[in-house]
């Protein structure tokens, strides 16, 4: 971080001694935040029953399971057996049902071997209703998280 911008830069690393490495610096540029919110990792499944390609909605049979890798008010990363593309909406029914919001495929994140890990979405046309409500599940998450990492410090 520089001046509260995340930065990244060119380095390089070489041994100058058994007791010295020297880092080498280059140039550094501002990374664009890709989201406007905190994000809360999580741990959960949900549904979709349709996505929407262009012009054409996609209906399926029986709803895709979809999980939940890490969610903040704008947006989503899940996984999925289906193949999405960037671009596409995607209906998202989460926390049993309560949450029924259509979101856009920004990216689509591989791994090295070039098979899909997930899908990193925004929310479109959230009202205020579902905005407070994920507002509080985000807050309850973070509460979680919090006594976790207590409980953990206890032990120790």
Known sequence: YLNGDR???????????????????????PLQERRRSFKVNVDFDGLSPFYIRGE???????????????????????????EFQGGDQVMLSFLDGEMQL????LRVQKNEEGGIVGY?????????????????????????????????????
Do not use: W
Request: hydrophobic share 40%; proline share 1%; charged share 30%.
């Open 7 to 29: 930065m990244k830069y060119d380095t390089t690393i070489d041994l100058c001694t058994e007791y010295q490495i020297n880092f080498h610096v280059g140039k550094g540029e």
């Open 56 to 82: 054409e909605m996609f209906t399926f049979d029986d709803p895709v399971m979809l999980h939940f890798v890490n969610l903040n008010l704008g947006g989503v990363f899940f996984s999925s057996e289906s």
């Open 120 to 156: 990193g979405c925004r929310f479109l046309d959230v009202n205020q209703t579902q905005e407070e409500r994920m507002a509080r599940f985000i807050f309850e998450c973070q509460l979680l998280e919090r006594e976790r990492k207590r409980a953990l410090e206890d032990k120790f």
């Open 102 to 105: 259509l979101a856009e495929v």
